[in-house]
């Protein structure tokens, strides 16, 4: 199967190793990636902070870069979620049902779960480790079930749930930046509930959430790692 | 930066990291959450009953003012008496005159949030007027000088052992008492109260257009007291709490026992539909309802935001929503907190001195999510952000910050520029500061994942 790759900007800037991990991943589940190196972003910032003028062109290069027919993977919910319930707001004069865009967008797990139904990828990955329900991948992709039969194929790895495992990591894009008491508030927490498990890792979907919880892991010398899906379903093969 | 904005930062700050308040505010919410969850196994369907819900609400606020003129009519057949107040003045004012025309020194009065939004009590007492708090949790707000802390339970933030030092301070009873002991201790003192007081003033959870009634929700029989007791009642709500039937409270009234409570159903559900009649021997001899606008007509107004009219005040969105979990009611500065509150107050209020709360949100939708009637809060929350960059609310220096994003991720190149050693040095320039102490930022790669892919042959 053909699919597009797109690459949400976290990744492409500061983790690239998570995007070709999720081209190895990919391609190991029977795809052929293709991916279109004039892609930037999906928009959701500018939308975000209230810049719907800024974020419109952003958006409509972004339906530009992916108007081929295959089925677009991201290896984040965040930007999945985004496109798939604001375009149609973003863009109420353009019919986007006619646009297939929304409708071939996918987050990595659920790509793979729902549409290939793989849910081994015969990782290995040793270690405890809990999951973090990203709140993009969670609540606009409705994304709960897939990261977890995958992460539970995963050898070596031992999955321990944390009571707040739906709970926000505080990060929020701006929010981060012009509340950061609340937004480092709501991080602590988070990672203290994973300490309180005794896990190695946080794992998630978004980066984005990683990168927030981990800021506040490396600045408290935390013993514990955050890692992407897409690394953990990449090792030990 | 505003005034009120300033104030919230600084108190945001503070709360956060009381690790006292965190530990309070998380046992209440913990249980309420466990509550919740138990309460909703009576729905077989939640999903569904959430929708026709929130369809029966869509009904009732796009026909506004049919079944607000229904009310008052089918009201004043019955003998009751509708007082519409454009804002808070005239709500006092209406108020203030039924007290003067009864030499009334004396008021019971239940749970409220719309007298908080009044300032009801301030404003009576100014005059001279008692005004008894008889909600448990209201009661002991009013003893401790406080506004209430959450929609649904205002003393949510203190503890049993707070409660017993505020009574043995306020009330000279000794400083260990039990729950059961201080419950009796209030009890006392109300029941005394109910007796003597000439005006009885309520909420109103649903007004209800066919029948000319109002339903009243409560655990703890004093609304029932406050609007029986008395020879005259006062309910006073929002106009958006309309419901166009008595049938809709079949499913109105477990779902806002359950979202507020954790309950099937709360322990009293009354509707009242009027004063006494002739052949009735319990019941007030006058009965008026104040409907007041104060600016909900501008929440109306506009269709993006209309769907906010909709909420029946469980505060579920407030116990799910990680940020007042952290902040608590009070540093919202607002008569309503929580999600709900970031979305309502810079409509009811000056939107310049307000817009700050709907940044205040991780866009989780944690609130979108338990809405018992669907509200779709963090969209509203978007669309409150966006309002204020129309109207120029935001910063200049965000201003050009966002055009340059937009010049950057429009053009491929500039993605990939400067390095990511120059990009780290740029953003921790921009961020340090507001990133904080307690995080440290992220590192740029020396080159984006673009840039290591580009020369590959499978790239298209």
Redesign the interface.
């Known amino acids: 199967m053909k699919v597009q790759l797109f ?1 949400p ?1 976290f ?6 190793q998570t ?2 991990n999720t081209i190895k991943v990919l391609e190991k589940a029977g795809c052929e ?9 999906c ?1 959701q ?8 003028d ?2 419109r ?2 958006a409509r ?1 972004f339906l530009d870069d992916f108007n081929a027919p295959e089925y677009i993977v991201a290896p984040g919910g965040s930007c999945v979620g985004f496109v798939r319930n604001h375009y149609d707001k973003l863009f109420p004069d353009k019919n986007m049902s006619q646009n297939t865009t929304q409708k071939r967008m996918y987050e990595l797990t659920e790509f793979l779960t729902e549409i290939l139904h793989i849910d081994n990828m015969g990782a290995s990955f040793p270690g405890t480790a809990t999951y973090h329900d990203a ?1 993009g991948a969670l ?2 992709c409705g994304i709960k079930a897939p990261p977890r039969a995958l992460l539970t194929n995963v050898q070596g790895l031992e999955l321990i749930e944390t009571d707040d495992c ?24 988070k990672v203290q509930h994973a300490q309180k498990k005794g896990v190695e890792y946080i794992i998630s979907t978004d980066h984005s959430c990683l ?2 919880l ?3 892991i ?3 010398l935390i013993p514990i790692k955050t890692a992407h899906i897409a690394d953990v379903l990449a090792s030990g093969w | 930066m505003k005034r009120k904005q300033t104030e919230f930062l600084l108190a945001s700050g503070r709360k956060v990291f009381d690790l006292d308040h965190r530990k309070k505010l998380n046992f209440a919410l913990k249980q309420a959450d466990a509550a919740y969850k138990k309460g909703k196994q009576q729905f077989s369907d939640l999903e569904t009953t959430k929708k026709i819900a929130k369809n029966i609400k869509w009904q009732a606020i796009e026909n506004l003012h049919t079944y607000l003129e229904a009310f008052e009519t089918n009201f004043n057949r019955n003998g009751g008496r509708v007082i519409w107040a454009e804002d808070t003045q005239q709500a006092l004012d209406a108020i203030l005159n039924v007290c003067r025309k009864n030499e009334a020194k004396s008021i019971v009065k239940s749970k409220s949030i719309v007298t908080e939004e009044i300032h009801l009590n301030q404003f009576l007492t100014k005059h001279h007027i008692e005004i008894l708090e008889t909600d448990l949790g209201e009661y002991i707000q009013q003893l401790d000088g406080e506004a209430p802390y959450h929609i649904v339970a205002p003393s949510l933030h203190k503890s049993k052992e707070d409660v017993a030092q505020l009574f043995h301070e306020k009330l000279n009873v000794p400083p260990d008492l039990s729950p059961e002991e201080l419950t009796l201790v209030a009890r006392n003192i109300l029941r005394k109260k109910y007796a003597a007081a000439e005006i009885g003033i309520t909420g109103i959870n649903f007004i209800l257009a066919d029948i000319g009634g109002i339903a009243i929700t409560e655990n703890e029989g004093n609304a029932w007291l406050s609007a029986s007791a008395p020879k005259i009642h006062i309910a006073i709500t929002g106009i958006e709490k309309i419901l166009p039937s008595v049938h809709d409270l079949n499913l109105f009234w477990p779902l806002l026992a359950t979202h507020g409570s954790g309950q099937r159903t709360t322990v009293y559900n009354s509707i009242y539909t009027g004063p006494k009649k002739q052949d009735e021997t319990d019941g007030p001899e006058e009965m008026y309802v104040i409907l007041l606008d104060n600016r909900r007509s501008h929440l109306l107004a506009d269709p993006a935001a209309r769907e906010s009219l909709y909420c029946i005040r469980c505060g579920a969105c407030l116990n799910v929503c990680p940020v007042y979990k952290n902040i608590g009611g009070h540093t919202y500065g607002t008569t309503y907190s929580g999600p709900i509150g970031a979305v309502i107050s810079p409509y009811l209020n000056d939107a310049a001195e307000y817009q700050h709360l709907s940044f205040a949100s991780s866009l989780c939708g944690a609130c979108t999510e338990v809405c018992p009637v669907h509200i779709n809060l963090h969209n509203l929350l978007l669309n409150n952000r966006r309002n204020a960059v129309e109207q120029n609310l935001i910063s200049a220096s965000e201003q050009i910050g966002w055009k340059i994003w937009k010049k950057i991720n429009q053009h491929r190149l500039l993605m990939n520029w400067p390095g990511g050693a120059t990009k780290t040095f740029l953003v921790g320039k921009l961020f340090r500061q507001h990133w904080g102490i307690r995080r440290i930022l992220p590192e740029f790669t020396h080159k984006t994942f673009n840039q290591f892919t580009k020369n590959k042959p499978d790239s298209k």
């Open positions: 690459v900007c990744i492409d800037q500061i983790y690239p995007a070709l990636v293709s991916y279109n190196p004039n892609q930037t972003c928009g910032p500018a939308y975000n902070a209230g810049y719907w800024e974020c062109p952003v290069k709140c609540r606009e739906e709970v926000c990591c505080g990060f929020g894009g701006t929010f981060a930046v012009k509340y950061e008491f609340i937004s480092s508030g709501m991080a602590e927490q990168l927030h981990d800021g506040y490396k600045k408290h």
